[in-house]
């Protein structure tokens, strides 16, 4: 079982950024590929970023590199989303979500969710 804890959300005005943490605990974290999805209502689930646990091989959406990054400090367990140039579009709620390699990182697919965190881009 592994638990996934996100943290970091808020309000924040149009053209500036937030970085969301998301902390992995319980099993062995090695085999594991950790994602963020955003949903509005409304509107599925969608696909962020990913990163692989191992190695920091990262994973795009199919529009590719944006305006967000997302990385891993192995030391703190710790797997951070880097959100620049924010615009109101980008309010949502937050997931981070897990699951094991190799996945398709969908949301059908990802084993372990987080509960959420608003984020509310201000204009």
């Known amino acids: 079982q592994v638990q996934l804890a996100e943290s970091g959300g808020g309000l924040v005005q149009a053209g500036g950024s937030l970085r969301l943490s998301c902390a992995p605990s319980?099993?062995?974290?090695?085999?594991?590929?950790i994602a963020w999805f955003r949903q509005t209502p409304g509107k599925d689930r969608e696909f962020v970023l990913g990163?692989?646990?191992?190695?920091?091989?990262?994973y795009y959406p199919d529009s590719g590199k944006g305006r967000f990054t997302i990385s891993r400090n192995i030391a703190e367990n710790m797997v951070y989303l880097q959100m620049n140039s924010l615009l109101p579009e980008d309010t949502a709620v937050y997931y981070c979500?897990?699951?094991?390699?190799?996945?398709?990182?969908?949301?059908?697919?990802?084993?372990?969710w987080g509960k959420g965190t608003l984020d509310t881009v201000s204009s």
């Open positions: 319980g099993r062995t974290l090695s085999n594991l590929m």
């Open positions: 990163i692989r646990w191992d190695n920091g091989y990262i």
């Open positions: 979500a897990a699951a094991w390699v190799p996945s398709p990182l969908k949301p059908s697919e990802m084993n372990y």
